[in-house]
């Protein structure tokens, strides 16, 4: 395993989490997956002893327009220990951010850094069914999450994405949700996500619902579920990607 100290990091640059040693990886492959989505596939002996749960995300190091590598937080899509890869989609959301910039331009060879995956959400495998509910920077983890149940559990949901060509399916298999399409209109707050999620037929017990994606759609999701689904607040696990303003609130 190679493990690096990170360089100081100057003022604004902001440190997700508290990690002082990073990984050394290679980018293996780089293309789109839909016009919104990068997929990127790491490589290097550190991802062969790394071990990740459906769902989690880790810091990548990237450079800015100055050249001072910044961090920033992508979902894990598929990782295999045996072949010592690790598979990044990343959504370009922010065009303009260091991120998305480095990912939509990165040559195959670049050798990048990264810590080690963690979850903010995992799978309750005791819950009655699962409920999933995301726009597209929430459906990398979850899908990843779906595709992990066993075979058999109950599982519904839906994600939204700007249009029919940003759907994708969950990882290794046919399983998948429904998604609907916001067209022009603003991810934050999304009312169209927030109406597909009322539509859902769910049984009249809950379940364990996973929210992942933009803040105040998130935030709306809640309300729906725990105010007028009376669902209790513990059965609504939520990971907040981006909000309008900010970045690197994961």
């Known amino acids: 395993m190679s493990v690096s100290r990170m360089p100081p990091r100057g003022p604004g640059q902001g440190r997700r989490f508290h990690d002082t040693r990073m990984l050394e990886v290679r980018v293996a492959e780089a293309h789109d997956v839909t016009p919104g989505m990068r997929e990127l596939t790491l490589t290097g002996p550190a991802l062969a002893v790394l071990r990740s749960k459906p769902g989690a995300h880790l810091p990548l190091e990237v450079p800015d327009v100055d050249g001072v ?17 690790l598979t990044l989609r990343i959504a370009r959301h ?25 979850n903010r959400i995992t799978l309750e495998p005791r819950a009655r069914y699962h409920v999933f509910i995301g726009e597209e920077t929430g459906a990398v983890p979850l899908l990843t999450m779906l595709a992990a149940l066993p ?3 109950a599982a519904s949901g839906v994600l939204e994405t700007t249009g029919p060509d940003g759907d994708f399916s969950a990882p290794h298999g046919p399983r998948g949700l429904p998604w609907v399409h916001r ?10 996500l927030l109406e597909a999620v009322r539509r859902l037929r769910l049984p009249p017990e809950p379940g364990i619902a996973y929210v992942a994606g933009e803040a105040t759609t998130c935030r709306a999701v809640v309300r729906h579920l725990c105010g007028e689904r009376a669902w209790p607040r513990y059965a609504v696990k939520t990971q907040v990607h981006w909000a309008a303003g900010r970045t690197g609130i994961l």
């Open 69 to 85: 590598p910044r961090l920033r937080t992508y979902s894990v899509w598929t990782h295999d220990p045996s072949r010592a890869s």
């Open 151 to 153: 075979a058999g559990a």
């Open 183 to 192: 067209g022009g209109a603003s991810a934050v707050g999304s009312r169209v």
């Open 94 to 118: 922010r065009p303009e951010g260091p991120g998305s910039r480095w990912a939509a331009s990165v040559a195959t060879g670049t050798r990048t850094r990264v810590g080690a995956p963690r």
